[in-house]
T-cell receptor
């Protein structure tokens, strides 16, 4: 079945460091790919998305490119801030019209001043 | 614009007591609705989804049930809570089209004691 695998966390970085969180997927068909962010004690917020191969999603300085050849959707940011500390989830859309999302296990990012 | 409301934000319940969590969506009609659970330090597990009034699909066997009495209302219930039901419960909605994103509520932190 469809699945999403994220790199293990936690990831600890100093402010202004570069960030990469790896995400790979297994899917039949042509899913859309998403990154969600969860701040402490809150629900998930959509960070960015890509709907087809080679699409680049971007938001708030974060980027991710839909790589069909490597089945990857890695999240990147050139300079992280303390306020980026959160849990990041990679997800793909399931098949059919149910709108179900399949999530990775989440990666905790801690940015230190 | 669309909004999703979920309550209560936190709940502490004794083992064996009943549960009712409610979720409502505003600003859209005929949404797909979802209940996810997030166990401590883990990813999201889809519990139930609904594509219409009275239509409920269960993803995993468990001690919980869901109902959709109105188009934009989704309820998660249990007759007798177990310790293992503790977790962070998230309601979400999507437009129901293939490959579309989901939007999440703020979540309910349930602790069964």
């Amino acid at each position: 079945g469809d699945s999403v695998t994220q790199m293990e966390g936690p990831v600890t970085l100093s402010e202004e460091a570069c960030l990469t969180i790896n995400c790979t997927y297994t899917a039949t068909g042509y899913p859309s790919l998403f990154w969600y962010v969860q701040y402490p004690g809150e629900g998930l917020q959509l960070l960015l998305k890509a709907t087809k191969a080679d699409d680049k999603g971007s938001n708030k300085g974060f980027e991710a490119t839909y790589r069909k050849e490597t089945t990857s959707f890695h999240l990147e940011k050139g300079s992280v801030q303390v306020s980026d500390s959160a849990v990041y989830f990679c997800a793909l859309s399931g098949s059919g019209n149910t709108g179900k999302l399949i999530f990775g296990q989440g990666t905790t990012l801690q940015v230190k001043p | 614009s669309q909004t999703i409301h979920q309550w209560p934000a936190t709940l502490v319940q004794p083992v064996g007591s009943p549960l009712s969590l409610e979720c409502t969506v505003e600003g859209t009609s005929n949404p797909n609705l979802y209940w996810y659970r997030q166990a401590a330090g883990r990813g999201l597990q889809l519990l139930f989804y609904s594509v219409g009034i009275g239509q409920i699909s269960s993803e995993v066997p468990q001690n919980l049930s869901a109902s959709r009495p109105q188009d934009r209302q989704f309820i998660l219930s249990s007759k007798k809570l177990l310790l293992s039901d503790s977790g962070f419960y998230l309601c979400a909605w999507s437009a129901g089209r293939q490959n579309t994103e989901a939007f999440f509520g703020q979540g309910t932190r349930l602790t069964v004691v």
